[in-house]
Protein backbone atom coordinates (compact mmCIF):
# COMPACT_ATOMS: atom_id res chain seq x y z
CA UNK A 1 0.00 0.00 0.00
CA UNK A 2 1.53 3.61 -0.89
CA UNK A 3 1.67 5.32 2.29
CA UNK A 4 1.03 9.07 1.71
CA UNK A 5 1.29 10.99 5.36
CA UNK A 6 -0.64 14.27 5.18
CA UNK A 7 -0.84 16.26 8.30
CA UNK A 8 -3.71 14.39 9.87
CA UNK A 9 -2.08 11.27 9.68
CA UNK A 10 1.47 12.70 11.29
CA UNK A 11 -0.97 14.47 13.99
CA UNK A 12 -2.30 10.80 14.96
CA UNK A 13 0.84 9.00 15.09
CA UNK A 14 1.87 11.62 17.37
CA UNK A 15 -1.18 10.71 19.55
CA UNK A 16 0.11 9.73 22.97
CA UNK A 17 -2.26 7.47 25.61
CA UNK A 18 -0.79 6.93 28.59
CA UNK A 19 -1.98 4.16 31.70
CA UNK A 20 -2.26 4.21 35.07
CA UNK A 21 -3.54 1.43 37.21
CA UNK A 22 -5.52 1.58 40.24
CA UNK A 23 -5.30 -1.25 42.49
CA UNK A 24 -6.30 -2.88 45.77
CA UNK A 25 -8.35 -5.33 47.59
CA UNK A 26 -11.80 -6.28 47.01
CA UNK A 27 -14.21 -3.07 47.65
CA UNK A 28 -11.67 -0.94 48.55
CA UNK A 29 -13.44 1.63 45.80
CA UNK A 30 -11.17 1.08 42.69
CA UNK A 31 -14.25 1.77 40.32
CA UNK A 32 -15.32 4.70 42.45
CA UNK A 33 -11.60 6.68 42.57
CA UNK A 34 -11.51 5.68 38.57
CA UNK A 35 -15.66 7.29 38.29
CA UNK A 36 -14.76 10.40 40.69
CA UNK A 37 -12.00 11.82 38.14
CA UNK A 38 -12.78 10.09 34.81
CA UNK A 39 -14.25 12.43 32.20
CA UNK A 40 -16.76 9.50 30.86
CA UNK A 41 -18.49 7.40 32.84
CA UNK A 42 -16.25 4.38 33.84
CA UNK A 43 -16.75 1.99 30.81
CA UNK A 44 -16.84 -1.96 31.72
CA UNK A 45 -14.65 -3.81 28.68
CA UNK A 46 -14.49 -7.64 29.59
CA UNK A 47 -11.94 -10.55 28.65
CA UNK A 48 -13.14 -13.62 27.60
CA UNK A 49 -10.92 -16.36 29.26
CA UNK A 50 -10.72 -20.22 28.93
CA UNK A 51 -9.14 -21.51 32.21
CA UNK A 52 -8.83 -25.11 33.37
CA UNK A 53 -12.32 -26.03 35.54
CA UNK A 54 -11.79 -25.02 38.85
CA UNK A 55 -12.15 -27.61 41.92
CA UNK A 56 -16.38 -26.03 42.66
CA UNK A 57 -16.94 -27.09 39.25
CA UNK A 58 -15.45 -30.30 38.56
CA UNK A 59 -17.44 -32.80 36.56
CA UNK A 60 -16.23 -36.43 38.09
CA UNK A 61 -12.31 -35.33 37.82
CA UNK A 62 -12.87 -34.48 34.15
CA UNK A 63 -10.39 -31.40 33.37
CA UNK A 64 -13.15 -29.09 31.27
CA UNK A 65 -12.40 -25.97 30.06
CA UNK A 66 -14.87 -23.11 30.94
CA UNK A 67 -14.89 -19.72 29.85
CA UNK A 68 -14.69 -17.16 32.40
CA UNK A 69 -15.73 -13.56 32.00
CA UNK A 70 -13.43 -10.60 33.57
CA UNK A 71 -14.13 -7.18 33.59
CA UNK A 72 -11.97 -4.63 33.89
CA UNK A 73 -13.05 -0.70 34.68
CA UNK A 74 -11.61 2.20 33.24
CA UNK A 75 -11.83 5.91 32.93
CA UNK A 76 -9.92 8.50 30.71
CA UNK A 77 -8.70 12.08 31.16
CA UNK A 78 -7.90 13.91 28.61
CA UNK A 79 -5.22 16.90 29.10
CA UNK A 80 -4.88 17.76 25.65
CA UNK A 81 -5.62 16.91 21.87
CA UNK A 82 -3.37 13.88 21.65
CA UNK A 83 -2.58 12.91 24.89
CA UNK A 84 -5.04 11.23 27.18
CA UNK A 85 -4.60 9.35 30.44
CA UNK A 86 -6.36 5.79 31.18
CA UNK A 87 -6.94 4.34 34.15
CA UNK A 88 -7.75 0.94 34.63
CA UNK A 89 -9.08 -0.75 37.78
CA UNK A 90 -7.32 -4.05 38.12
CA UNK A 91 -9.03 -7.15 38.87
CA UNK A 92 -9.58 -7.71 42.18
CA UNK A 93 -9.78 -11.42 42.46
CA UNK A 94 -7.17 -13.33 42.69
CA UNK A 95 -7.38 -16.05 40.18
CA UNK A 96 -6.71 -12.75 37.18
CA UNK A 97 -3.27 -11.75 38.10
CA UNK A 98 -2.21 -12.83 34.59
CA UNK A 99 -4.11 -10.35 33.32
CA UNK A 100 -2.08 -7.91 35.69
CA UNK A 101 0.86 -8.66 33.23
CA UNK A 102 -0.98 -7.51 30.53
CA UNK A 103 -2.08 -4.22 31.88
CA UNK A 104 1.21 -3.08 33.49
CA UNK A 105 2.91 -3.50 30.04
CA UNK A 106 4.03 -0.24 29.63
CA UNK A 107 2.03 1.76 32.36
CA UNK A 108 2.95 4.85 33.90
CA UNK A 109 2.39 3.93 37.29
CA UNK A 110 -0.12 2.21 39.92
CA UNK A 111 -2.08 3.54 42.93
CA UNK A 112 -2.98 1.13 45.49
CA UNK A 113 -5.68 1.82 47.09
CA UNK A 114 -5.84 0.89 50.83
CA UNK A 115 -8.25 0.31 53.50
CA UNK A 116 -6.43 0.66 57.38
CA UNK A 117 -9.40 -1.76 58.51
CA UNK A 118 -8.12 -4.42 56.42
CA UNK A 119 -4.23 -3.40 55.30
CA UNK A 120 -3.73 -7.12 54.15
CA UNK A 121 -6.01 -6.83 51.64
CA UNK A 122 -3.23 -4.60 49.62
CA UNK A 123 -0.57 -6.55 50.56
CA UNK A 124 -0.32 -8.70 46.90
CA UNK A 125 -0.75 -5.24 44.97
CA UNK A 126 2.17 -3.48 46.72
CA UNK A 127 4.22 -6.97 46.63
CA UNK A 128 3.77 -6.87 42.71
CA UNK A 129 4.26 -3.32 41.59
CA UNK A 130 7.51 -3.96 43.75
CA UNK A 131 8.48 -7.01 42.39
CA UNK A 132 7.99 -5.57 38.44
CA UNK A 133 9.51 -2.27 39.64
CA UNK A 134 6.33 -0.08 38.53
CA UNK A 135 6.22 2.93 40.67
CA UNK A 136 3.07 2.94 42.84
CA UNK A 137 1.95 5.13 45.30
CA UNK A 138 -0.75 4.18 48.38
CA UNK A 139 -3.42 6.18 48.77
CA UNK A 140 -5.47 5.50 51.93
CA UNK A 141 -9.26 5.46 51.42
CA UNK A 142 -10.29 7.21 54.41
CA UNK A 143 -14.10 5.47 55.24
CA UNK A 144 -16.33 6.84 57.27
CA UNK A 145 -15.92 5.25 60.77
CA UNK A 146 -12.35 3.77 60.21
CA UNK A 147 -9.76 5.11 62.71
CA UNK A 148 -7.30 7.66 61.25
CA UNK A 149 -3.64 6.61 60.58
CA UNK A 150 -0.51 8.56 59.25
CA UNK A 151 1.29 8.25 56.11
CA UNK A 152 4.37 7.00 58.27
CA UNK A 153 2.14 4.21 60.17
CA UNK A 154 0.56 2.85 57.08
CA UNK A 155 3.94 2.65 55.34
CA UNK A 156 5.60 0.94 58.21
CA UNK A 157 2.70 -1.75 58.52
CA UNK A 158 2.79 -2.34 54.58
CA UNK A 159 7.10 -2.09 55.20
CA UNK A 160 7.33 0.04 52.05
CA UNK A 161 10.88 0.78 50.45
CA UNK A 162 11.51 3.90 51.14
CA UNK A 163 10.46 7.07 49.94
CA UNK A 164 7.16 5.52 48.04
CA UNK A 165 4.56 8.25 48.69
CA UNK A 166 1.38 7.36 50.89
CA UNK A 167 -1.42 9.65 50.28
CA UNK A 168 -4.17 10.10 52.24
CA UNK A 169 -7.57 10.38 49.80
CA UNK A 170 -11.36 10.08 49.69
CA UNK A 171 -11.91 8.09 46.38
CA UNK A 172 -15.11 9.72 45.98
CA UNK A 173 -14.02 12.85 46.00
CA UNK A 174 -12.75 13.91 42.50
CA UNK A 175 -10.31 16.55 44.05
CA UNK A 176 -8.68 14.18 46.26
CA UNK A 177 -8.43 11.75 43.33
CA UNK A 178 -6.85 14.35 41.68
CA UNK A 179 -4.27 15.05 44.21
CA UNK A 180 -3.46 11.12 44.42
CA UNK A 181 -2.52 11.26 40.33
CA UNK A 182 -0.49 13.77 40.31
CA UNK A 183 1.39 12.46 43.48
CA UNK A 184 1.80 9.73 41.29
CA UNK A 185 3.07 11.38 38.19
CA UNK A 186 5.83 13.22 40.04
CA UNK A 187 7.19 9.78 41.34
CA UNK A 188 7.03 8.14 38.25
CA UNK A 189 8.93 11.17 36.98
CA UNK A 190 11.50 10.78 39.59
CA UNK A 191 11.98 7.27 39.67
CA UNK A 192 12.70 7.58 35.97
CA UNK A 193 15.52 10.17 36.15
CA UNK A 194 16.82 8.16 38.97
CA UNK A 195 16.79 5.09 36.77
CA UNK A 196 18.95 6.97 33.84
CA UNK A 197 20.98 8.10 36.10
CA UNK A 198 21.88 4.90 37.51
CA UNK A 199 22.16 3.41 34.28
CA UNK A 200 24.78 6.12 32.93
CA UNK A 201 26.89 5.56 35.74
CA UNK B 1 -29.64 -6.50 32.44
CA UNK B 2 -29.26 -7.09 36.38
CA UNK B 3 -32.93 -6.95 36.21
CA UNK B 4 -33.54 -10.00 34.38
CA UNK B 5 -31.09 -11.38 36.56
CA UNK B 6 -32.95 -10.72 39.77
CA UNK B 7 -35.65 -11.95 38.00
CA UNK B 8 -34.87 -14.87 36.82
CA UNK B 9 -32.87 -16.19 39.63
CA UNK B 10 -35.71 -16.13 42.03
CA UNK B 11 -37.78 -18.94 39.16
CA UNK B 12 -35.29 -21.50 39.52
CA UNK B 13 -35.68 -24.08 36.45
CA UNK B 14 -37.27 -21.19 34.37
CA UNK B 15 -36.12 -20.65 30.92
CA UNK B 16 -33.46 -18.52 29.52
CA UNK B 17 -34.49 -15.71 27.46
CA UNK B 18 -32.68 -12.26 26.23
CA UNK B 19 -29.16 -11.84 27.79
CA UNK B 20 -29.69 -14.67 30.16
CA UNK B 21 -29.58 -16.81 27.17
CA UNK B 22 -26.44 -15.53 26.41
CA UNK B 23 -25.09 -13.70 23.43
CA UNK B 24 -26.85 -14.92 20.35
CA UNK B 25 -23.87 -14.73 17.76
CA UNK B 26 -20.85 -16.61 19.92
CA UNK B 27 -17.98 -14.88 19.90
CA UNK B 28 -15.72 -17.39 18.03
CA UNK B 29 -18.53 -16.62 14.63
CA UNK B 30 -17.23 -13.45 14.83
CA UNK B 31 -13.91 -13.87 14.48
CA UNK B 32 -14.31 -16.83 12.13
CA UNK B 33 -12.80 -19.12 15.18
CA UNK B 34 -9.48 -17.35 15.46
CA UNK B 35 -8.34 -15.90 18.18
CA UNK B 36 -5.83 -14.29 17.42
CA UNK B 37 -5.46 -11.51 14.90
CA UNK B 38 -3.88 -12.22 11.34
CA UNK B 39 -0.61 -12.62 9.97
CA UNK B 40 0.35 -9.08 11.10
CA UNK B 41 0.96 -11.57 14.63
CA UNK B 42 0.20 -7.69 16.30
CA UNK B 43 -1.05 -7.71 20.35
CA UNK B 44 -2.99 -4.38 20.46
CA UNK B 45 -2.82 -2.84 23.60
CA UNK B 46 -5.73 -1.91 25.39
CA UNK B 47 -4.66 1.62 25.04
CA UNK B 48 -3.59 1.34 21.47
CA UNK B 49 -5.11 4.06 19.57
CA UNK B 50 -7.20 3.51 16.29
CA UNK B 51 -7.89 5.99 14.25
CA UNK B 52 -9.73 5.85 10.69
CA UNK B 53 -7.49 6.01 7.82
CA UNK B 54 -8.39 8.58 5.69
CA UNK B 55 -7.74 6.71 2.28
CA UNK B 56 -9.31 4.11 3.53
CA UNK B 57 -11.83 1.83 0.94
CA UNK B 58 -14.94 1.81 1.62
CA UNK B 59 -15.49 -1.58 4.13
CA UNK B 60 -19.37 -1.73 3.26
CA UNK B 61 -18.27 -2.70 0.06
CA UNK B 62 -16.13 -5.99 1.66
CA UNK B 63 -17.72 -8.69 1.80
CA UNK B 64 -15.33 -10.55 3.83
CA UNK B 65 -16.33 -7.88 7.00
CA UNK B 66 -19.13 -8.69 9.45
CA UNK B 67 -21.52 -6.19 10.71
CA UNK B 68 -19.10 -6.03 13.68
CA UNK B 69 -16.20 -4.65 11.64
CA UNK B 70 -18.50 -1.98 10.34
CA UNK B 71 -19.61 -1.38 13.95
CA UNK B 72 -16.19 -0.37 15.36
CA UNK B 73 -15.09 1.62 12.29
CA UNK B 74 -18.19 3.69 12.42
CA UNK B 75 -17.29 3.55 16.45
CA UNK B 76 -13.62 5.30 14.77
CA UNK B 77 -15.33 7.32 12.42
CA UNK B 78 -16.55 9.63 15.21
CA UNK B 79 -13.39 10.17 17.19
CA UNK B 80 -9.79 8.28 17.78
CA UNK B 81 -10.47 5.66 20.43
CA UNK B 82 -8.57 3.27 22.35
CA UNK B 83 -9.06 -0.77 22.00
CA UNK B 84 -10.72 -0.75 25.33
CA UNK B 85 -13.23 2.40 24.38
CA UNK B 86 -13.90 0.30 21.36
CA UNK B 87 -14.72 -3.15 23.46
CA UNK B 88 -17.25 -1.29 25.34
CA UNK B 89 -18.97 0.46 22.78
CA UNK B 90 -19.42 -2.07 20.61
CA UNK B 91 -20.10 -4.51 23.46
CA UNK B 92 -17.93 -7.21 22.68
CA UNK B 93 -15.04 -8.93 24.49
CA UNK B 94 -11.69 -7.71 24.05
CA UNK B 95 -10.07 -10.60 22.76
CA UNK B 96 -12.90 -10.51 19.66
CA UNK B 97 -12.07 -6.71 19.14
CA UNK B 98 -8.27 -7.60 18.85
CA UNK B 99 -9.01 -10.01 16.22
CA UNK B 100 -11.24 -7.87 14.02
CA UNK B 101 -8.79 -4.97 14.21
CA UNK B 102 -6.35 -7.27 12.67
CA UNK B 103 -8.76 -7.47 9.82
CA UNK B 104 -9.07 -4.03 9.45
CA UNK B 105 -5.31 -3.21 9.80
CA UNK B 106 -4.87 -5.67 7.54
CA UNK B 107 -7.22 -4.11 5.03
CA UNK B 108 -5.42 -0.28 5.31
CA UNK B 109 -9.03 0.91 7.02
CA UNK B 110 -7.52 1.71 9.91
CA UNK B 111 -4.20 2.92 11.68
CA UNK B 112 -3.19 2.11 14.90
CA UNK B 113 -0.81 3.70 17.71
CA UNK B 114 2.25 1.90 18.77
CA UNK B 115 1.80 1.91 23.03
CA UNK B 116 4.35 3.21 24.66
CA UNK B 117 6.85 -0.24 25.10
CA UNK B 118 7.70 -1.31 28.41
CA UNK B 119 9.65 -0.35 30.99
CA UNK B 120 9.77 3.44 28.80
CA UNK B 121 8.97 5.94 30.05
CA UNK B 122 7.66 9.44 28.24
CA UNK B 123 10.20 12.36 28.49
CA UNK B 124 9.63 14.52 31.29
CA UNK B 125 8.03 17.59 29.25
CA UNK B 126 5.06 15.42 28.87
CA UNK B 127 4.80 14.42 32.53
CA UNK B 128 5.21 18.07 33.15
CA UNK B 129 2.12 18.78 30.88
CA UNK B 130 0.18 16.00 32.39
CA UNK B 131 0.44 17.28 36.45
CA UNK B 132 0.16 20.74 35.13
CA UNK B 133 -3.35 19.13 33.26
CA UNK B 134 -4.53 17.27 36.37
CA UNK B 135 -3.88 20.07 38.10
CA UNK B 136 -6.22 22.42 35.81
CA UNK B 137 -8.81 19.79 35.68
Given at each position: ???????????????????????????????????????????????????????????????????T????????I???????????????Q??????W???????????????????????????????????????????????????????????????T????????????????????????????????????? | ?????????????????????????????????????????????????????????????????????????????????????????????V????V??????????????R??????????R????????????
Amino acid sequence: MVSEHSDATNAETAALALKILVAGGFGVGKTTLVGAVSEIRPLRTEELLSEAGQSVDDTDGVDEKVTTTVAMDFGRITIRSGLSLYLFGTPGQDRFWFLWDELSQGALGAVVLADTRRLEDCFPAVDYFEHRRIPFVVAVNCFVGARPYGGDEVSRALDLDRGTPVVLCDARDRDSGKEVLIRLVEYAGRMHTARLLDSVS
Amino acid sequence: MSEDRAGTSEQLGSQWYDHEAGPLVRPYAMTGGRTKPGPTGVRFDLIALVSLDAGAPDVGDDSSLGPEHLALTELCRVETQSVAELAAGADLPVGVVRVLLGDLLELGCVTVSRPVPPAQLPDERILREVIEGLRAL
